[in-house]
């Protein structure tokens, strides 16, 4: 697997990208959002083609017609959060990398085993990211008081992605 880069997405605009590579270390981004506080496709875009021609396939959380945790309530909300998910893969696709969905359950199963099923899943992601990747900054800033959420789910995505290809 050495020189393998696997990228790692958790969709929506509180989440974020990861890009495990084993000679450069990781890259971790949260999810490139404009003035708008909408999705920025031109940053978006212009970061994925930029590491395209060095991932091998990228893991992509296959979300659901709503967002979970009701961050987005109602059709509108649902709507756009599909929009984002559909930009995602076309940017994927137009770059040429190869995408596998994953639902957050398979890769939840994996990734957050031995830890306290009724926890909350996004505290198990914190714990999980901890134990794996205990020297790996997550903040978004450095005056964040916790990791930021989407970049722990890319990065445990892309370890999943990575565990499946061994």
């Known amino acids: 697997m050495s020189g393998v880069k696997i990228l790692g997405i958790d969709p929506g605009l509180a989440g974020g990208l990861a890009l495990l590579c084993p000679h450069d270390g990781i890259i971790l981004e949260p ?5 708008e506080g909408k999705l920025d496709v031109v ?8 590491h395209a021609s060095e991932i091998r396939v990228c893991y992509l959380e296959k ?21 984002g998910f559909g930009i995602l893969r076309g940017i994927l696709a137009a770059c040429g990398v190869r995408t596998v969905l994953v639902r957050p359950q398979e890769w939840q199963k ?28 997550a903040y978004k800033t450095d005056r964040s008081k916790k990791p930021h959420e989407g970049m722990v789910e890319a990065l445990l995505i892309a370890e999943f992605g990575r565990r499946s290809l061994e």
């Not at 940053?43 to 930029?50: F, M, Q, T």
């Not at 306290?116 to 990747?133: C, G, N, V, W």
């Open 43 to 50: 940053k978006l875009a212009l970061w994925i083609g930029g």
């Open 63 to 83: 979300v659901n017609g709503a967002p979970i945790g009701g961050r987005q309530k109602g059709s509108f909300g649902a709507f756009n959060f599909g929009m």
């Open 110 to 137: 994996v990734m957050h085993k031995g830890l306290d099923p009724k926890q909350d899943s996004k505290l198990r992601s914190y714990e999980a990211f901890e134990k794996i990747f205990p020297d790996i900054d």
């Open 31 to 35: 999810m490139f959002i404009d003035d």
